[in-house]
T-cell receptor
Framework: GNSVTQMEGPVTLSEEAFLTINCTYT??????LFWYVQYPGEGLQLLLK?????DKGSNKGFEATYRKETTSFHLEKGSVQVSDSAVYFC????????????FGSGTRLQVQP | DTAVSQTPKYLVTQMGNDKSIKCEQN?????MYWYKQDSKKFLKIMFS???????INETVPNRFSPKSPDKAHLNLHINSLELGDSAVYFC???????????????FGPGTRLTVL
């Protein structure tokens, strides 16, 4: 079956620190990979995506590269801000058949001023 | 304009009651979903409809019944509510996979259901 494993949180960083949130996956077939972000009290927003191996998704200073050889999609940001405090979800979806998202358990990021 | 909307945002009710949550999307997408987020923030698919046809039905108690009157709406009806049904329920939609690479999904704001 399909599954996504994320590093457990919470992750607590000071403003302007470097962020990495690890994500690995197992999938039958060739999935698309996503990072979603959930700010307190809100729904999920797509942060970035990659649809094939070696693609790099990027948005708002966040980046993640689809690594097929290590089945990973780690999220990085060079300099976090207090406003980045949220829960981050790694997810995958197959492009055919069952297209629902399979989510990781989420990683809470707390950025302190 | 809100792309994916849900009503109500909060729902507090007693055990044993029947309740409904409504979802509407104005994005013209063909596929809609219901996800459940538990108290530990874990998200899991419950149902998916494509053009009003049920295509995913996870192991969800049959007290939960989705209804799609048209491809822009997907409602969730829950009978005989139990304490364990307390969660945040998210509706989402996605376009035809032939139109957009990947299966990006657009989420509603969620409905927080509390069963007392």
């Amino acid at each position: 079956g399909n599954s996504v494993t994320q590093m457990e949180g919470p992750v607590t960083l000071s403003e302007e620190a470097f962020l990495t949130i690890n994500c690995t996956y197992t999938a039958t077939g060739y999935p698309s990979l996503f990072w979603y972000v959930q700010y307190p009290g809100e729904g999920l927003q797509l942060l970035l995506k990659a649809t094939k191996a070696d693609d790099k998704g990027s948005n708002k200073g966040f980046e993640a590269t689809y690594r097929k050889e290590t089945t990973s999609f780690h999220l990085e940001k060079g300099s976090v801000q207090v406003s980045d405090s949220a829960v981050y979800f790694c997810a995958l979806s197959l492009s055919t058949g069952r297209r629902a998202l399979t989510f990781g358990s989420g990683t809470r990021l707390q950025v302190q001023p | 304009d809100t792309a994916v909307s849900q009503t109500p945002k909060y729902l507090v009710t007693q055990m044993g009651n029947d309740k409904s949550i409504k979802c509407e999307q104005n994005l013209g997408h063909d596929t809609m979903y219901w996800y459940k987020q538990d108290s530990k923030k874990f998200l899991k698919i419950m149902f998916s409809y494509n053009n009003k046809e049920l295509i995913i039905n996870e192991t969800v108690p049959n007290r939960f019944s989705p209804k799609s009157p048209d491809k822009a709406h997907l409602n969730l009806h829950i009978n005989s509510l139990e304490l364990g049904d307390s969660a945040v329920y998210f509706c989402a939609s996605s376009p035809d996979p032939g139109l957009v690479m990947g299966n990006e999904q657009f989420f509603g704001p969620g409905t927080r259901l509390t069963v007392l």
